[in-house]
């Protein structure tokens, strides 16, 4: 297996007025290809933080973090923008999406900003929402949609330039047990099809959907273990 995140004694702190906080404290870890990695811990142990940083929305204090074998903190603006744009797909808990635009205009978006033709984007959009069983409801706006109806389109949005990296923070965190086994169905099929997962979520249930289960608690690294020893403890 090929890692394709690696980190390095990654710090982050913020300044909090006079105040330092430590969201991360020096931790170490690497993610190979194709693995469906949960992460957990409390409130404020750095989970999310650490998500941002993988999602280059963030940078780190201190520390390294290669993706792809490339030095992050060495990429100019375009590299990152592009990074996020097409290499990883990001799914929110609050799905994020415009509340003038119907299904299949919330699923172009990324394709807009890649600049391809509109006759493209439409067909690949189509195709991303045919991907996650919503071809029937390209022309309804969010609020025409139920909670895992528009987490359905975030995660199609989410697929449509076809990254190799989906991080997930929280994914069903705003919907009902029943509907969010059905998101997690989901995740299960794209891991399948070979996608690398780095899902965010305080619920021992859906992290149970992942292959590894990785606790985080006050910035640190407490455990890293594959799911078939979280079974068996």
């Not at 070979?194 to 859906?206: K, R």
Request: charged share 25%; hydrophobic share 40%.
């Amino acid at each position: 297996m090929t890692a394709v995140i690696k980190i390095r004694n990654l710090e982050k702190t913020y300044d909090m007025g006079a105040t330092q906080v430590r969201a991360l404290g020096g931790i170490a870890l690497d993610i190979e290809v194709g693995e469906y990695v949960a992460i957990m811990g409390p409130s404020g142990s750095g989970k999310s933080t650490l998500l941002n940083i993988l999602g280059c929305l963030d940078v780190p204090t201190a520390g390294s973090y290669e993706l792809s074998d490339a030095l992050v903190s060495q990429m100019d603006d375009d590299d990152l923008a592009r990074i996020r744009n097409q290499e990883i797909g990001f799914v929110f808990q609050t799905f994020n999406l415009l509340p003038r635009s119907n299904a299949l205009g919330n699923v172009e978006l990324p394709l807009i900003y890649s600049g391809l033709p509109v006759a493209e984007r439409r067909a690949r959009a189509e195709r991303a929402l045919a991907a996650v069983g919503l071809d029937d409801r390209s022309h309804h706006r969010p609020n025409e949609l139920s909670g895992g109806q528009r987490q359905r389109v975030a995660i199609a949005r989410a697929l449509v330039n076809d990254p190799s990296i989906i991080l997930a923070d929280e994914p069903t965190g705003a919907l009902d047990t029943r509907t969010g086994e059905e998101i997690m169905e989901l995740f299960n099929e794209l891991h399948r099809a070979g996608n690398t997962i780095i899902l965010v979520t305080h619920e021992e249930h859906i992290a149970r959907h992942s292959c590894r289960i990785v606790r985080f608690r006050d910035g640190l690294i407490e455990s890293d273990r594959p799911i078939e020893e979280e079974v068996a403890v």
